[in-house]
């Protein structure tokens, strides 16, 4: 009986439950949370300094935030040449991170609307709107005394950069314009830049090169022309030979112990060093400019200088002070990349230009790789510094590639393989955004 009686008490207090449990009006106290609030971004808003080319703008808010791609279209960018590319809340964040491409040297504003960011429960986040502006290329040269007429060259180039293309050509092996002689007899045009090369250091003064003798620069340059100098730094092969190499593998010179006072190798860094000033000390007297690349491909390995990347820095950080307190300030710096180096970069106080040396390539690679670099240096001019069987200047300009120069290495007479043929030659020399020297104003 009692256990009759106490199910039967229980059934009606279950179906109570249960009907509570149904009850469409009980109410619920959820929490309210505030639309998010915009807070900072990345670059701030108003900033001038703004990488361009690839980049990203980070949007800031004070809680998580959630964004729908399809929403993409929402999001605007108002200023020449800019492009949204995509934009994601990665993962539980509190930043929209907008992928963009810009142009340098240019304002630019973007504006998220109300509504296109969201907060936790759904609460639309208040309208953002950015302005900024992309960084222009440095407009003076890491040497504060350089002399004006190195500045007027500087000023050229900066101004000429992704709209024009100067011409240039490899002296044959050192201290002469053969390469730019023939370029003129086939094309009617003589190249817009030459480069020299202190090659032969240890043998001048000899009856067959003497860099004393600075006419053929000096020459070069009265008729016209921009001058590069490259120098492909010959040392001992060994402490007291005779025999000389700039290859890594055929000397014993360590670049470690260049910088290092007491060692052979310092001696000979630093004599080395005196001679190339006085070389330079020269055409600075005859009012003459200098494109100047040392140290070029270190990363690359092959070279003495290229050992690592912080003994690399050391040589480039002495040559540039010692040149600075010799008085030589006709020098334009060049740095040259292998790409994905930037640890061997000696740094934006010490380099002008970024050059890049390229052979192989075809046209869509070049232009690539121009693109990457400019990614990375987007505040410097980057020159074509060498090539070799590398496509149309043409073709490449059409792929986007804007190198500030291009000059292909000299080729030996008859060579099987040239590193520019005549028809690559005449192709650019042809082109109406390329350069000859007889297009050079008076500097």
């Known amino acids: 009986m009692m256990k009759k009686l106490t199910i039967k008490c229980i059934l009606p207090l279950v179906a109570a439950l249960a ?13 309210q949370v505030n639309a998010p609030v915009f807070v900072s971004s990345v670059p701030a808003d108003g900033a001038t300094d703004v990488k361009h080319g690839s980049t990203t703008i980070t949007v800031k808010y004070d809680k998580n935030v959630f964004f729908a791609t399809s929403n993409l279209s929402a999001i605007t960018l108002t ?26 040297g240019k304002t630019y504003s973007i504006n998220i609307p109300e509504g296109v960011v969201l907060g936790p429960n759904k609460m639309p986040a208040a309208a953002v709107n950015l302005q900024f502006a992309t960084a222009n290329i440095v407009p003076s040269l890491v040497n504060a005394s350089a002399t004006a007429v190195t500045q007027k060259v500087y000023n050229y180039l900066v101004e000429a950069y992704g709209g024009k293309m100067l011409s240039g050509a490899m002296a044959n092996v050192n201290w002469n314009t053969e390469e730019a002689d023939r370029v003129h007899t086939l094309t009617g045009k003589y190249p817009a830049i030459n480069t020299f090369d202190y090659v032969h250091l240890p043998f001048s003064p000899a009856n067959w090169i003497d860099y004393s003798d600075i006419s053929p620069v000096k020459n070069w340059w009265t008729a016209g022309g921009l001058v590069s100098i490259m120098w492909h730094w010959n040392v001992p092969a060994e402490e007291g030979s005779d025999e000389y190499a700039f290859y890594k593998e055929e000397t014993t010179f360590d670049a470690a112990n260049a910088t290092a006072s007491g060692t052979w190798e310092n001696e000979v860094f630093t004599a080395d060093l005196a001679k190339v000033a006085t070389s330079l000390k020269q055409l600075q007297s005859e009012n003459i400019a200098v494109i100047w690349r040392p140290f070029h491909e270190a990363a690359g390995g092959w070279f003495w200088w290229g050992k690592d990347a912080d003994s690399q820095k050391e040589l480039w950080v002495a040559m540039f002070d010692y040149f600075k307190a010799e008085g030589v300030n006709n020098l334009i710096w060049v740095w040259t990349t292998e790409t994905g180096d930037a640890d061997w970069y000696p740094g934006d106080s010490y380099v002008d230009i970024i050059g890049r040396d390229l052979y192989d390539k075809d046209a869509a690679t070049a232009a690539g790789q121009y693109q990457t670099i400019d990614d990375v240096y987007s505040t410097k001019l980057i020159g074509l510094t060498e090539c070799g069987t590398v496509g149309l200047i043409s073709e490449q300009w059409t792929a986007g590639a804007r190198w500030s120069w291009f000059m292909p290495w000299y080729d030996n007479a008859n060579a099987e393989t040239p590193h520019a043929s005549d028809a690559w030659w005449t192709d650019a020399m042809s082109q109406s955004f390329v350069v000859t020297r007889d297009q050079l104003p008076g500097f």
């Open 79 to 104: 200023g020449d040449g800019g492009t949204i590319v995509g934009a994601n809340v990665y993962g539980s964040n509190t930043d929209l991170v907008i992928d963009v491409r810009l142009e340098r």
């Open 19 to 31: 009907f509570a449990a149904c009850d469409t009006d009980v109410e619920h106290d959820i929490p």
